[in-house]
């Protein structure tokens, strides 16, 4: 019998965070991925989400039955704007995202086309042909764990400004949330949400 690996334990670095910034290192990390526009979990959002899951889920299947099981681990997003002003000022609606699930190292292109082509013949959501599988090489990053709802997330990314000012580091990347609880099961102020942010 197979042993399934856990992603959370496997990179607990990864998956934890301190209440301070601190600065941390990553490797390439392979990923499903779909990108799209519009609020944190309006209708578009709702959507990736619904597609990526059982995409996710079929790349799982198909590992299970190589003898590769994994646990699909947490949603996690990246966030932009494309405009010269601060993501708080520009609206929600014109937010750019890219909703990610993290990959064991040995999925493979092939694996995924194969999950892609399944979950589409069942689930027959035209997104799943957006999800593309893909490596993200971050580098050099600061992270945080954000308490609280989202919407107070502002308080904490001021945090890790002041810390980035404080030791001459700049942004070099795209803003990355990782999304530890669950809101349909955890009180808004006991939501735990990893903040990371590319740095160079």
């Not at 941390?24 to 519009?38: D, K, Q, R």
């Not at 530890?180 to 102020?189: L, M, Q, V």
Request: hydrophobic fraction near 40%; aromatic fraction near 10%.
């Amino acid at each position: 019998m197979s042993t399934k690996l856990d992603l959370t334990k496997t990179y607990k670095d990864y998956y934890s965070a301190k209440s301070n910034p601190v600065v941390i290192e990553f490797g390439p990390v392979p990923y499903l991925s779909i990108t799209g526009e519009g609020e944190p979990a309006g209708e578009q959002f709702i959507a990736a989400v619904e597609a990526l899951y059982p995409f996710a889920y079929g790349v799982k299947k198909i590992c299970k039955g190589e003898g590769q099981d994994f646990g699909v681990p947490k949603l996690e997003g990246q966030w932009w704007v494309n405009s010269d002003k601060p993501a708080l000022e520009v609206p929600r609606s014109e937010w750019q995202w890219k909703l990610l699930i993290r990959m064991p190292e040995f999925v493979t292109d092939a694996i995924c086309e194969s999950a892609q082509a399944d979950v589409l013949k069942k689930k027959g959501l035209v997104l799943i042909k957006k999800i593309v599988f893909e490596k993200i090489d971050e580098q050099i990053c600061i992270q945080i764990m954000h308490v609280g709802p989202y919407s107070t997330e502002p308080e904490t990314i001021a945090k890790m400004n002041l810390f980035m000012t404080d030791n001459g580091l700049v942004e070099n990347g795209l803003h990355h949330e990782i999304y530890i609880s669950d809101p349909r099961k955890t009180a808004p102020e006991k939501m735990k949400t990893i903040l990371r942010q590319p740095v160079k």
